[in-house]
């Protein structure tokens, strides 16, 4: 085990890392219930995938959305994105309808390579009982209904939220022509004044942002709500 992995080294790094973050987010948002957002980072101080800012600035993004707000994110693995943005999440009507196919299946080489190496890794070929458990763990099991789906499949399956849904969360499969069907397929999910948000965009996933960037010199969307990290936020 390599000496970052240490459990002393890897909780020290850890501490280091949350205090740095969140001496900055309380000055920034102090409405916020940053105690709730470093309890789930806590939960997920083994998984590297994201970053604070990153993850901070989804549970910001929750947050804000109206009370009993209904958020749908597509692509989530094993549910740590999801479960910060359920962190942020107010009134006890709040859903998040997590879709995923949790077996990694995509059409981006990158991806597909990725997701190969950690599901060996695991010894499984799915993580949706993973995702489970976190929700459970963190008392969040009541908030999110796992859509287990491919992305295009379950908008047409959900198509009677279109027009309903406060806050979208894209993460999926990251080739241009899966990101332009996801944002043309899930935008008119969102709501009027509501919130979608992306991942990796200026990220080594030039398909998704050369996606983000068409669309939005299309006019798809109203304005930039916010970036932090490789996160793009557009109203709608």
């Known amino acids: 085990m390599a000496f970052k992995h240490w459990p002393i080294v890897r909780d020290l790094r850890f501490a280091q890392k949350a205090g740095r973050y969140l001496r900055g987010a309380r000055k920034r948002r102090p409405d916020l219930n940053w105690a709730e957002f ?8 083994v998984d590297d995938m994201g970053s604070f800012p990153e993850r901070g600035y989804l549970f910001q993004l929750a947050s804000d959305a109206p009370a009993d707000a209904q958020v749908l994110e597509v692509g989530s693995w094993m549910g740590a994105s999801t479960c910060f943005l359920a962190a942020g999440l107010k009134g006890p009507a709040a859903r998040i309808y997590a879709v995923d196919n949790f077996q990694g299946l995509s059409t981006c080489g990158e991806d597909a390579a990725w997701y190969n190496r950690h599901f060996q890794k695991l010894g499984a070929n799915s993580t949706l009982e993973i995702f489970r458990q976190n929700f459970s763990d963190l008392g969040f099991a009541l908030r999110a209904e796992p859509v287990v789906s491919d992305s295009l499949a379950a908008a047409q399956k959900l198509a009677a939220l279109r027009g309903t849904i406060d806050l979208i969360f894209i993460d999926g499969d990251h080739s241009y ?14 709501k009027r004044g509501g919130v979608i948000a992306f991942h990796d965009f200026g990220s080594r996933a030039d398909g998704v942002t050369r996606a983000i960037f068409e669309e939005t010199k299309a006019g798809r969307f109203a304005e930039i709500v916010g970036v932090a990290g490789t996160i793009i936020a557009f109203r709608m």
């Open 38 to 45: 470093r309890r789930v980072a806590q939960h997920f101080k």
């Open 177 to 190: 022509d899966a990101c332009k069907a996801d944002i043309i397929a899930w935008a008119p999910f969102v």
